[in-house]
């Protein structure tokens, strides 16, 4: 069978297929740039991040894969491109949720 013709992989790093249990909330941009805008940043601990989020729902979605670049994630809401959320990532075998910011940079 031929390849693909003009089609080039755009992705700078591998994915890993993975279904794992996400939340995530929108979160207000004035929060979440005040944050990001901190030398620490990088550092920031969970317990932090509650702060940041707005009056906003709780979803749950899963992931579809991961690689070092963001994740793939699949839920019942669309979320537009550049809509910021607080994720909350439950691994197997880890009991602390992993918490982190993020942009919505592709929405199907």
């Given at each position: 069978?031929?390849?693909?013709?003009?089609?080039?992989?755009?992705?700078?790093?591998?994915?890993?297929?993975?279904?794992?249990?996400?939340?995530?909330?929108?979160?207000?941009?004035?929060?979440?740039?005040?944050?990001?805008?901190?030398?620490?940043?990088?550092?920031?601990?969970?317990?932090?991040?509650?702060?940041?989020?707005?009056?906003?729902?709780?979803?749950?979605?899963?992931?579809?894969?991961?690689?070092?670049?963001?994740l793939s994630?699949?839920?019942d809401q669309?979320?537009?491109?550049?809509?910021?959320?607080?994720?909350?990532?439950?691994?197997?075998?880890?009991?602390t949720t992993?918490?982190?910011?993020?942009?919505?940079?592709?929405?199907?």
């Amino acid at each position: 069978m031929a390849g693909k013709t003009g089609w080039v992989e755009k992705r700078q790093h591998e994915r890993v297929v993975a279904t794992i249990k996400v939340t995530y909330r929108v979160i207000e941009e004035k929060y979440a740039k005040s944050v990001m805008s901190q030398e620490s940043y990088r550092s920031t601990t969970a317990e932090q991040l509650p702060g940041l989020s707005q009056v906003s729902p709780i979803y749950e979605a899963v992931t579809k894969d991961i690689s070092m670049g963001g994740l793939s994630v699949v839920s019942d809401q669309l979320l537009p491109k550049g809509t910021l959320v607080e994720v909350g990532l439950t691994l197997p075998n880890y009991q602390t949720t992993l918490k982190f910011l993020a942009e919505i940079v592709h929405a199907e």
